[in-house]
């Protein structure tokens, strides 16, 4: 069965720093999104994504994070200048059409992402 | 802006008990969505309830969308430790943004 993968599966840096983290969203899928979870707590909206630009975002995206999908596979999430409350489970999904549609969100398996 | 509510935020059962979790948003939604993630796992797609009072059942699970499709619950029958982890509903208030409720975290004790 066709899976959403991410990398690094954990990842630590130091406050300030800029990370960047992986996804390759299922082959057909044409949505793609981002989400994060600290940890214990419930699953955030950060972003979707689709035809190549965002489609909407929350209040925590700023202007520290981009999203980009820089070639036919891959779709990122860059975090400029980490800050410590940025701690925190990853997710990437995808899905074959938007969710406002009976369609299914596929997470991946998320990156652990530690600012120290 | 739009809120989703989950109560209860833990629930404690004994195998083979029944067990019920409950979902309220604040604003009328055009679908909901049930997740479940394991300890130390990524959500998992349970299922979308679209209609207003449509009843899906899987297996052991039922779940429910309110008349007023602002409120939805999942029902498990006689559960079992592989039931273990946490739920979530999620909505979309439109668009392409997902509000997902705080979940309930299920214990089953064998």
């Known amino acids: 069965e066709p899976e959403v993968t991410q990398t690094p599966s954990h990842q630590v840096t130091q406050m300030g720093q800029e990370v960047i983290l992986r996804c390759v969203p299922i082959?057909?899928?044409?949505?793609f999104y981002w989400y994060r979870q600290i940890l214990g707590q419930k699953v955030e909206f950060l972003v979707s994504?689709?035809?190549?630009?965002?489609?909407?975002k929350s209040e925590i995206f700023d202007d520290q994070f981009s999203v980009e999908r820089p070639d036919g596979s891959n779709f990122t999430l860059k975090i400029r200048s980490t800050k410590l409350e940025d701690s925190a489970m990853y997710f990437c999904a995808s899905s074959l059409r938007r969710q406002g549609g009976t369609d299914t969100q596929y997470f991946g398996p998320g990156t652990r992402l530690t600012v120290l | 802006g739009q809120q989703v509510m989950q109560i209860p935020q833990y629930q404690h059962v004994q195998e083979g008990e029944d067990f019920t979790t409950y979902c309220n948003s604040s604003?009328?939604?055009?679908?909901i969505q049930w997740y479940k993630q394991r300890p130390g796992g990524h959500p998992v797609f349970l299922i979308q309830?679209?209609?207003?009072?449509e009843v899906k059942k899987q297996k052991r699970l039922t779940f429910q969308f309110g008349e007023a499709k602002k409120n939805s619950s999942l029902h498990i029958t006689a559960t079992q430790t592989t039931d273990v982890g946490t739920y979530f509903c999620a909505g979309p208030p439109g668009g392409f943004k997902t509000i997902f409720g705080a979940g309930t975290r299920l214990f089953v004790k064998a």
């Open positions: 994504f689709y035809n190549n630009e965002i489609s909407e």
């Open positions: 082959s057909n899928h044409l949505y």
């Open positions: 604003t009328t939604l055009s679908n």
């Open positions: 309830l679209v209609k207003s009072g």
